[in-house]
């Protein structure tokens, strides 16, 4: 199996579990447990614009994310969650989830159409990163695939807590 095979199977089980923790009402997609930590809804609008940056950084595209889309959901234009006090980032709510899904799609499919068309070669290619430089598929690999599942871990714990399955609960059942 190609580099690029092997991240486009890891990532469709990483989005199919993102579209998955999407199904809940609104007060449990923003339950805070009173320890702290964040919402679910954060994690699905914080790894989609991470996700969102870093495809756009590699295919030199812009970023799906826009004002329209901010407006539609609510949340801010700038910024993408890393860095927020957990203080903020509790108080993320997502006005329009539905909107949230849309972005997220729109997101998935640009990623699916760079990985469509990336080589084994494509993904060696090294690009600015915070201390230094990473190659094209260090970023996908730590940022998105591992970094997301950190959250899925994350999301299912929240999940739990209110008594919900976790996501992808039936995966490897049928």
Same mark, same amino acid.
């Given at each position: 199996?190609?580099?690029?095979?092997?991240?486009?199977?890891?990532?469709?089980?990483?989005?199919?579990? %993102?579209?998955?923790?999407?199904?809940?009402?609104?007060?449990?997609?923003?339950?805070?447990? *009173?320890?702290?930590?964040?919402?679910?809804?954060?994690? %699905?609008?914080?790894?989609?614009?991470?996700?969102?940056?870093?495809?756009?950084?590699?295919?030199?595209? =812009?970023?799906?994310?826009?004002?329209?889309?901010?407006?539609?959901?609510?949340?801010?234009?700038?910024?993408?969650?890393?860095?927020?006090?957990?203080?903020?980032?509790?108080?993320?709510?997502?006005?329009?989830?539905?909107?949230?899904?849309?972005?997220?799609?729109?997101?998935?499919?640009?990623?699916?159409?760079? %990985?469509?068309?990336?080589?084994?070669?494509?993904? =060696?290619? *090294?690009?600015?990163?915070?201390?230094?430089? =990473?190659?094209?598929? =260090?970023?996908?690999?730590?940022?998105?695939?591992?970094?997301?599942?950190?959250?899925?871990?994350?999301?299912?714990? %929240?999940?739990?807590?209110?008594?919900?399955?976790?996501?992808?609960?039936?995966?490897?059942?049928?």
């Amino acid at each position: 199996m190609s580099t690029v095979a092997f991240i486009q199977r890891s990532l469709a089980f990483t989005h199919a579990a %993102l579209v998955d923790a999407r199904n809940g009402t609104d007060d449990q997609l923003h339950f805070v447990p *009173e320890q702290g930590s964040h919402s679910i809804a954060w994690c %699905l609008w914080h790894t989609s614009r991470v996700e969102d940056l870093i495809i756009s950084r590699v295919s030199g595209q =812009e970023q799906v994310w826009n004002e329209d889309w901010a407006a539609r959901t609510g949340l801010p234009f700038d910024g993408f969650g890393t860095g927020m006090s957990d203080e903020d980032a509790q108080q993320i709510q997502i006005t329009d989830l539905g909107a949230l899904g849309d972005y997220q799609d729109a997101v998935f499919a640009r990623t699916a159409t760079f %990985l469509d068309n990336a080589t084994d070669a494509d993904l =060696e290619r *090294e690009i600015p990163a915070r201390n230094g430089t =990473e190659s094209v598929g =260090e970023a996908i690999s730590l940022h998105m695939m591992g970094h997301f599942n950190g959250h899925r871990g994350e999301i299912n714990t %929240l999940r739990g807590m209110q008594g919900m399955p976790t996501v992808m609960a039936a995966q490897g059942t049928h």
